[in-house]
């Protein structure tokens, strides 16, 4: 069931871009490099077979060939460079679509104010994969990683520069 959810998700996300342009004219498409630079994949899409056309998948990391339909590629890179918080609150599920931490030294809008509309898209993407419960559970553990990520980034900033 988790693969439908993952579809509407990505046909959501399909449509929707972070800029009015190609944003990977702007850095040569750093972010489809290929190699070792992957996207992580959601429990259940290593089985969504056009993604396979443009890359492989290595230990739940999609690594792809440099070239790929966008309604193809898996919902990590849809969505890059943002990031789905997901917390669950007293009334509700929130999600909140942020600026993804680990993004800043590969792509040069990771830091940019993006469209609004892919922000809206990216919130009700996971809202769509929050359907399902192994995938809700998983982007709350995500989020909880991410939140990691984003206190250690914290504290050595405060570490180099102590006057923050």
């Known amino acids: 069931m988790s693969e439908n959810?993952?579809?509407r998700?990505?046909?959501?996300?399909?449509?929707?871009?972070?800029?009015?342009?190609?944003?990977?004219?702007?850095?040569g498409k750093r972010c489809c490099g290929g190699e070792d630079v992957g996207m992580e994949l959601l429990p259940?899409?290593?089985?969504?077979?056009?993604?396979?056309?443009?890359?492989?998948?290595?230990?739940?990391?999609?690594?792809?060939?440099?070239?790929?339909?966008?309604k193809c590629r898996p919902y990590?890179?849809?969505?890059?460079?943002?990031?789905?918080?997901?917390?669950?609150?007293?009334n509700g599920l929130r999600i909140t679509a942020v600026n993804d931490l680990r993004a800043g030294r590969l792509c040069p809008i990771a830091n940019s104010r993006l469209l609004?509309?892919?922000?809206?898209?990216?919130r009700r993407s996971a809202r769509i994969l929050c359907e399902n419960d192994a995938l809700k559970t998983y982007l709350l553990e995500k989020t909880e990683e991410y939140r990691e990520i984003a206190r250690l980034n914290d504290l050595l900033t405060?570490?180099?520069?102590p006057d923050l």
Do not use: Q, W
């Open 5 to 7: 959810v993952i579809l």
């Open 9 to 27: 998700a990505k046909e959501l996300l399909s449509r929707a871009s972070p800029l009015n342009t190609d944003c990977g004219r702007l850095c």
């Open 44 to 70: 259940g899409e290593e089985t969504l077979s056009p993604m396979l056309d443009f890359g492989e998948e290595k230990n739940g990391i999609f690594v792809c060939r440099g070239e790929c339909e966008r």
């Open 76 to 90: 990590a890179c849809m969505m890059f460079p943002l990031f789905p918080l997901a917390e669950e609150t007293e």
């Open 116 to 122: 609004p509309s892919f922000y809206a898209a990216v």
């Open 158 to 161: 405060r570490a180099v520069r």
